[in-house]
């Protein structure tokens, strides 16, 4: 029997307010460890996505049983995939043009290969393939929030949190170290700073990592960094599209019998808000709102995804998993300082 369309109008707010209260106590406590993480990162120089992942395991009760259950599912879900979606704002695609065949080609590459040495390199190790592609595409593309848009797409199973959790930490220091250690380096190799903002931007996993370290040299290298790590980010898409198709065509059918979608809504997303942006209808400080909003859900989605982790479990994972994720990064810093090399 259909129901008449009154009862329906007045089914649908009811409805609404039910999820509501079902999900507001999670993704409250999502909030406050998000704003906790923030607060302290300002003011111990720590990066906040790794404290919102450490604080989330903490309080790790949360995420098992009570009311916060529903709303910490939801975080780690939704408004993981939304923070990605609004990643695209950041993204001028007249801005990237401008670096260049032969750098765009180089980066590209870069990216490319390491995943495809992850993938390798994990077989090796005897590590899940689903770890080798998160882990590879983290230290590739764009650190924590690649790890997060990766996992979305990946067949789930008993310790789909456990990898995720892993890769977020484990990308996030080695991301830390390698904006200490690479200034460094790329004076002792005697590069100008242009050149050097191209290494950081191009090797360095997370972005804010990648201002940090390219700042500290001068203003040209920190510009020519930030702007090759937003190219980076900006292949996060195409990235995951590939590979969500690669998935659904090539890999296993997950016990749920749940296959991730043909073209991911969060990538839809990304890409028409990269579009918009880089044609300049959208105004300023909308870009600048929605570029805050996509770091705030991210570190919620964090938040909970540390929620919903077993720290022992986590650890468990060994140091083969890190071995994996350092020789990555190693992988990639050579390759783009090679790369930097021969285009002088």
Known sequence: MTTPAPLRSRLRPARLRAALRLLTPGVLMAAVVAITAQFLAEHYATPAMLLALLLGIALGFLGEEGRTVPGIQFAARDLLRLGVALLGVRISLSLIAGLGADLIALIVGAVALTIGFGLLLSRFMKQDWRFGFLTAGSVAICGASAAVAIA???????????????????????????????????SGLGMDDVEAGLFLGGTIHDVAQVVGAGFTISDPAGEAATLIKLFRVALLAPVVLIAALL?????????????????????????????LASVGVLPAALVTLLGDASRWLLLMAIAAVGMKTNLKQVLSLGGAAMALMVLETAFIGGLVLTGLMILR
Do not use: H, K, N, W
Not at 158 to 185: K, Q
Not at 247 to 275: K, M, N, S, Y
């Open 247 to 275: 998935i659904r065509r090539f890999a296993e059918t997950p016990p749920d019998g749940q296959r991730p979608p043909l073209v991911p809504g969060f990538v839809i997303g990304f890409l028409a808000l990269a579009t």
């Open 152 to 186: 979305a797409i990946l067949p789930r199973d008993a310790r789909s949190e456990e990898r995720l959790a892993f890769a977020v930490m484990g990308v996030t220091v080695l991301s830390t170290l390698a904006m200490v250690a690479y200034p460094i380096i790329v």
